[in-house]
Antibody, heavy 126, light 106 residues
Framework: EVQLLESGGGLVQPGGSLRLSCAAS????????MSWVRQAPGKGLEWVSA????????YYADSVKGRFTISRDNSKNTLYLQMNSLRAEDTAVYYCAKDRVGYCSSTSCYGEFDYWGQGTLVTVSS | AIQMTQSPSSLSASVGDRVTITCRASQGIRNDLGWYQQKPGKAPKLLIYAASSLQSGVPSRFSGSGSGTDFTLTISSLQPEDFATYYC????????FGQGTKLEIK
């Protein structure tokens, strides 16, 4: 059974940093691209960042480029999101999600997200 | 970036009704589109992938169609558990979600 378990959310001041983790199990982690998707309170879904299965390619939404860094440790089956220079508008539930097909090119990954974690809440406020 | 325009933003319907939700892409995306259902406080659930393929375990009353720029999600006969918010997602070039359609009980 595929399981994704996020952790690391919490309350942080504007300008602060936070690192989210997503522990994966039930599939060959290194074979699939992974993404972070967020949802602000009462709002829709927004894709944040993706990483190829090897970790060699990363992709970001314009809204977080230069502030967030996605990474993965395939030996630990864990996905990370390092979030720096946090803003109030980064307040959201952050989900990790597994790509259905696991293929990435130099410009994008492909395949819908077939499994999601339960989400972790990040609140940016003074 | 590819924009996804989803309509309607909300919809009231009754159990047993047939419902259709549409998504339009700002450029052609082949069939690189999925549909999700989300209930309050829960993660989204994949219903349809590659525009028209039913995800394993999803009831057959859900169907998807379309290619290029115009896509539809159809629920053939609404059940009480189908009242939720629905999103489309393009994965042709990175990822973009539609704004969502909240399906409410009439």
């Amino acid at each position: 059974e595929v399981q994704l378990l996020e952790s690391g959310g919490g309350l942080v001041q504007p300008g602060g940093s936070l690192r989210l983790s997503c522990a994966a199990s039930g599939f060959t982690f290194s074979s699939y691209a992974m993404s972070w998707v967020r949802q602000a309170p009462g709002k829709g879904l927004e894709w944040v960042s993706a990483i190829s299965g090897s970790g060699g390619s990363t992709y970001y939404a314009d809204s977080v480029k230069g502030r967030f860094t996605i990474s993965r440790d395939n030996s630990k089956n864990t996905l990370y999101l390092q979030m720096n220079s946090l803003r109030a508008e980064d307040t959201a539930v952050y989900y990790c999600a597994k790509d259905r097909v696991g293929y990435c090119s130099s410009t994008s990954c492909y395949g819908e997200f077939d499994y999601w974690g339960q989400g972790t809440l990040v609140t940016v406020s003074s | 970036a590819i924009q996804m325009t989803q309509s309607p933003s909300s919809l009231s319907a009754s159990v047993g009704d047939r419902v259709t939700i549409t998504c339009r892409a700002s450029q052609g995306i082949r069939n690189d589109l999925g549909w999700y259902q989300q209930k309050p406080g829960k993660a989204p659930k994949l219903l349809i992938y590659a525009a028209s393929s039913l995800q394993s375990g999803v009831p057959s009353r859900f169907s998807g169609s379309g290619s290029g720029t115009d896509f539809t999600l159809t629920i053939s006969s609404l059940q009480p558990e189908d009242f939720a918010t629905y999103y489309c997602l393009q994965d042709y070039n990175l990822y973009t979600f539609g704004q969502g359609t909240k399906l409410e009980i009439k």
